[in-house]
């Protein structure tokens, strides 16, 4: 398997500029989680969803922020307009239900790295 | 809101010496706690998981505690080895069906050869 796979792997847009983040999620994997990491606030929740349903939004930052997940093996995480303190790196992670409590139970992607300028 | 605190934010060891990161939290009503490592440009991978009931784990050279009623958790790390150069997070989860991770801002670890 060849893990949980983002794209891209970094982006620079201007400022006002829509952005899309794009994760695939392993084979399988029912829950799906998208994480920011800055310097400032470490890594943080956004989002999870559960058999592609949203279940947790609380951590979205704004309404500028949106995400979707159209099918078991796709979500986007939408950015309309960015501003430069959404420059992060953003992470994608699954998971199986009887996974989730277990060591190694998330699987991460490699991020994207975003510089919003 | 749980806040998760890990000091020190760096450090900087010669092989061989052992390493001790710690981690604490502020609301001690977790469901269990977890290690994680991160390479630069990688993503996390887990390295330990220790259910709330438990009071510690170890896998090869890592052996991490828990004291959850202290707020506390270490992660210690034998004989340390250029390789185990990364940074290291601790992560919480709060409910058995809320896998929302709280996560600590990392200890970044360098082994000098």
């Known amino acids: 398997d060849a893990g949980v796979i983002q794209s891209p792997r970094h982006e620079v847009t201007e400022m006002g500029q829509e952005v899309t983040l794009r994760c695939k999620p392993i084979?399988?994997?029912?829950?799906l989680f998208w994480y920011r990491q800055t310097m400032m606030r470490g890594l943080e929740l956004l989002i999870y969803?559960?058999?592609?349903?949203?279940?947790?939004d609380s951590g979205m930052p704004e309404d500028r922020f949106s995400a979707k997940m159209p099918n078991a093996s796709f979500s986007t995480l939408k950015i309309q307009p960015s501003e430069p303190r959404d420059s992060a790196v953003y992470f994608c992670?699954?998971?199986?239900?009887?996974?989730?409590?277990?060591?190694?139970?998330?699987?991460f992607g490699s991020g994207t790295r975003l510089t919003v300028v | 809101k749980q806040e998760v605190t890990q000091i020190p934010a760096a450090l900087s060891v010669p092989e061989g010496e052992n390493l001790v990161l710690n981690c604490s939290f502020t609301?001690?009503?977790?469901?269990?706690l977890q290690w994680f490592r991160q390479d630069p440009g990688k993503g996390l991978t887990s390295l330990l998981l220790?259910?709330?009931?438990?009071r510690e784990q170890t896998s090869g050279r890592l052996n991490a505690s828990l004291d959850k009623s202290s707020g506390r958790s270490t992660l210690y790390i034998a004989a340390s080895q250029p390789g185990d150069s990364a940074t290291y997070l601790c992560?919480?989860?709060?409910?058995?069906?809320?896998?929302?991770?709280?996560f600590g801002a990392g200890t970044t670890v360098t082994v000098r050869a």
């Open positions: 992560a919480v989860t709060a409910l058995p069906h809320d896998y929302k991770l709280s």
């Open positions: 969803f559960n058999n592609n349903v949203p279940i947790d």
């Open positions: 992670a699954s998971s199986f239900a009887g996974l989730l409590n277990l060591k190694g139970g998330y699987t």
């Open positions: 609301d001690s009503a977790i469901y269990n």
């Open positions: 084979s399988g994997h029912d829950y």
């Open positions: 220790i259910q709330s009931s438990q």
